[in-house]
């Protein structure tokens, strides 16, 4: 009775140590059980012929796509064991099973695949019981379906007979088939064994680490299980036939089911991999059309599969007895369509990958630092492409900075890191990170010229600007062909400053500059329009009308289709007071961009001078709806809910006090710089329209149609430039309305403005020309100071002030605030004429006389609207 209790005791360590490969206490186990007589030697050799195998192959790991040939000294003696336990035949029906599998596993290392495809055939695989058997066996069935899966693709298929031969190549073509579902057969049935062997796996372990726990004196922790070459291939192999043979269907299909079933430590690895391949393939080899969901049945056929296969597809077509356990529960969630999916797989990748992050940079850990470094990157890098196409930059950038802790000197991610904020608009960040990336690449233009980018346009950081450009320059022959465009991105910068400067000599110097630059960057590159555009701009900045034109001409032959060049042309025209010629092209261009503001402005300009103010305010409705339309306002569900412009456009009213519009008649303010708009294009026809009392009041009634549908579909939250664009719109056709002589009709687009922007210098302004129609004074001077106290350089409200104050005979007043209004803008015509007449009033005659010189040839060049309404960006 003793003995016998001893025989189990050791019998069941015997079992767990298989179960957990400790494959080095095998022969002290084996030697107890000899010395204790409770069983024959058959079982001994048995245990002893698989350690020595299991213990050579993890001194000899196989490798994918090829197998150690011919025998080997360690080899030898693990077939004599084998052999000897099989010989003698006095092994239990289980332990026979596996010395089988064992012998057919040693004749694949030794590569005799035939031989052990013969093993294979004795043992009969599939009616191998999985239901209760030790957590060991369940290994020994998973490797034996791979091994099997091995041989069969080593091995060349039957020849056919001789009247296959005869009958032609279906039965071939079947045959083929055939012998590929037996494959993929194999490979799928062992890697759903290994997932059920590494589950159970999974369940000892943490029991066994529960009774530790609670133990006084716990025990040594278990080491985590190592997959090796045959599970690894059982679990991997399958889907790559099935890619290969373009079988995309059941390829996802067998991806899907190993995700779903429950986790383990030791597939964790495996489970990043997986996750992160499927994920590739839903971005790149699926689209919306072909999807279908995780959950459902795979369509029977697919545009994903190869078609000249479609008659002969591989399906599964096997069932186990004991299958490995998937997620399941309520409240589960499911993705929709491919790229939801691939985005779930790679955020759950991320976070694996940043689990797993080996950070440590001792030489030890190099080679580990640089596989995790090369698998998160891979997976940021589907992030981009995933959450690209949606938009989705704000997430991308948190996701890519939460990769920064593998980015120490490693360019890629601190570069995906600055686009990503370039494009989620936090342009500021996006400016340090690329700093750090001039560091790591000092010989790249192009990462300079990105930051001058930012520098010259959202952020206006003109100093930086010029620092980053002049690296550009200063890279001479290294920069290449982007050295131009670091004469252009400083010429950018001097325009810039030219335009912010309040001295009349500091605007010239860096006038001067700026051509310099432009004239340079347009040597170094004859063929670049945006060279010969930027320095056409310039020269019409600088009133150079006719040197302006030739340049322009150049830029529109070099790109006939630019919309910045044929904007210039149109306001060159204007200033040369050809006002026909210039609506024509700004009519041409609007063919091609209908949703750019910026020439509908100029066209509302132009109409009311060539056609009448009835024929502009068509086309501020026209605005209207398109701004509706392009920002998708539509939602009659909104309406009723106090969705008002006003309701909507103060949900953070801190913020919107802090912002005013910039002008579109100012040329210190440069206009609505990131107005030019693309998109949907957006048919209309406009009837002509007499100057008739009934057809103003037919547009008057139409502004209002189309500002009350505004009000019951303005959206609740988002950014400020559209509503920007709204209330320069607004503002102008209030400009409309107020040459019609019509203050009341403009009160209430200027009221609509105020709702959206209440401190703004331009609506404050408009108030005072309103004031000024109904003339009240004292009203009028009040709204300019007040547009000057929130914009002291607001050039415009200063010529307005200037000129009450000399109706109001406080001349020496007046020409303090005239002058300054020269020194900001020395081209504003009507300054200098209103300067004449304030000196002129104060008998100062030969001063009144250059002023109004000087007036007479600035208006002689002076466009419909400020050239630097176009605007000034790398």
């Known amino acids: ?151 069969l693709e080593k091995v060349p298929a039957a020849s056919p007979s001789l009247s296959n031969k005869n ?56 080491q985590d299980i190592e997959l090796g070459y045959f599970l690894e291939t059982g679990l991997q192999r399958a889907h790559v036939i099935h890619f290969k043979n373009g079988n995309l269907t059941r390829g996802v299909g067998r991806f899907r089911e190993i995700l779903r079933a429950v986790e383990s430590r030791t597939t964790q690895s495996l489970r990043m991999t997986i996750a992160r391949q499927l994920a590739e393939i839903l971005l790149r080899g699926m689209c919306e059309q072909s999807y279908w969901s995780p959950l459902e049945d795979p369509p029977t056929v697919s545009p994903l599969d190869d078609p000249t296969r479609q008659g002969h597809v591989l399906s599964k077509n096997y069932s186990l007895s004991r299958r490995p356990r998937v997620y399941s529960g309520e409240n589960l969630f499911c993705p929709q369509e491919n790229t939801e999916e691939a985005l779930l797989l790679l955020l759950i990748s991320e976070s ?123 890279m001479g022959e290294k920069a290449a062909e982007f050295r131009a465009k670091g004469y252009l991105a400083v010429g950018l910068v001097y325009s810039l400053k030219a335009t912010d400067a309040s001295l009349r000599s500091t605007q010239e110097e860096y006038q001067r500059k700026a051509l310099g630059a ?63 010629d210039a609506l024509n092209i700004i009519e041409m261009a609007l063919s091609e961009y209908p949703e750019n503001f910026n020439l509908l402005y100029t066209k509302v300009k132009l109409e009311s001078m060539c056609r009448g103010p009835e024929e502009a305010l068509l086309t501020c409705k026209h605005m209207l709806q398109i701004w509706k339309s392009f920002y998708n306002l539509t939602n009659p569900s909104d309406s009723g809910r106090g969705s008002s412009l006003l309701d909507r456009a103060i949900t953070d009213r801190r913020q919107l006090n802090a912002m005013t519009l910039p002008d579109f008649s100012d040329p210190e303010t440069g206009g609505l710089q990131d107005a030019n708009i693309h998109g949907f294009p957006y048919m209309f026809s406009v009837c002509s329209v007499h100057a008739t009392s009934i057809a103003a009041s037919r547009v008057e009634q139409a502004l209002s149609e189309v500002a009350s549908s505004l009000q019951s579909s303005a959206p609740k939250q988002g950014p400020l430039h559209p509503w920007m664009t709204l209330a320069q719109i607004w503002l102008h056709a209030a400009e409309v309305y107020i040459s019609m002589s019509k203050p009341a009709e403009a009160a209430a687009c200027t009221q609509e403005a105020s709702n959206l922007f209440p401190t ?44 009450i104050l000399h109706q109001l005979q406080r001349y020496s007043l007046s020409e303090k605030v005239l002058r300054d209004a020269v020194q900001v803008n020395s081209t504003a015509h009507d300054v200098w004429n209103s300067l004449g007449e304030v000196l002129q009033a ?10 109004f010189i000087t007036a007479l040839e600035l208006e002689a060049s002076s466009p419909i609207l400020p050239f630097t309404i176009i605007p000034r960006a790398l």
């Not at 209790?5 to 494959?23: A, F, N, P, V, Y």
């Open 842 to 851: 104060q008998g100062n005659t030969a001063a009144a006389t250059e002023c």
């Open 518 to 580: 432009f004239q340079r960057a347009q040597s170094l590159s004859p063929t670049d329009h945006l060279a010969a555009f930027y320095l056409a701009l310039q020269l019409a900045v600088s009133r150079q009308i006719p040197e302006a034109l030739g340049y322009v001409r150049q830029a529109l032959q070099l790109q006939g289709d630019d919309v910045h060049s044929l904007h210039l042309l149109a306001l060159l025209l204007s200033a040369q007071k050809h006002y026909h």
């Open 352 to 474: 694996m990958a940043n689990r797993d992050a080996v950070l440590s940079r001792i030489p030890e850990h190099n080679n580990d630092r640089i596989i995790s470094l090369q698998s998160a990157s891979v997976v940021y890098d589907l992030l981009t492409i995933a959450l690209g196409r949606r938009g989705q930059y704000e997430m991308l950038s948190e996701c890519l900075e939460r990769a920064m802790k593998f980015a120490f000197e490693e360019f890629h991610l601190w570069y995906q890191l600055a686009l990503s904020l370039m494009a989620a608009g936090k342009s500021a960040r996006a400016v340090k990170v690329l700093k750090e990336c001039i560091r790591l690449k000092p010989d790249e233009p192009t990462i300079p010229l990105l930051a001058v980018k930012l520098c010259v346009g959202p952020l206006h950081w003109l100093d930086e600007g010029e620092s980053f450009a002049k690296m550009v320059i200063d």
């Open 760 to 803: 703004s210098h331009n609506v404050l302004y408009m108030r005072g020309q309103i004031a000024e129609l109904r003339g009240n004074m004292d009203e009028a001077k009040r709204w300019y100071e007040e547009a000057l106290s929130i914009n002291p350089t607001h050039v415009k409200s200063m010529q307005r002030l200037g000129l």
């Open 1 to 151: 009775m003793t003995a016998r209790k001893s025989g189990s005791r050791l019998e069941t360590e015997i079992e767990r140590c298989r179960s957990e490969c400790q494959w080095d206490k095998i022969p002290e186990l084996v030697r107890q059980l000899s010395a204790k007589l409770i069983s024959n030697d058959d079982l001994g050799e048995l245990l002893l012929g698989e350690c020595k195998l299991q213990t050579y192959l993890k001194e000899n790991p196989l490798k994918q796509g090829a197998s150690p040939r011919g025998p080997r000294p360690k080899l030898v003696e693990v077939r004599k064991h084998l052999t000897a336990a099989l010989d003698r035949g006095n092994l239990k029906a289980d332990y026979l099973q596996e010395a089988s599998l064992l012998m057919a596993k040693l004749c694949y290392v030794e590569g005799e695949y035939r031989d052990a495809l013969g093993h294979y055939g004795k043992v009969s695989l599939d009616e191998m019981q999985l239901v209760g058997a030790p957590v060991y066996r369940l290994s020994m069935i998973a490797e034996a379906y791979a091994t099997k899966g091995l041989c």
């Open 167 to 222: 009958t032609g190549s279906p039965s071939s073509v079947k045959s083929t088939s055939d012998r590929e579902q037996e494959i993929i057969t194999c490979y799928e049935k062992s890697g759903d064994i290994a997932l059920l062997y590494l589950q159970e796996a999974e369940k000892v372990r943490i029991h066994k680490s529960g009774i530790q726990n609670r133990s006084p004196k716990p025990g040594p922790t278990s």
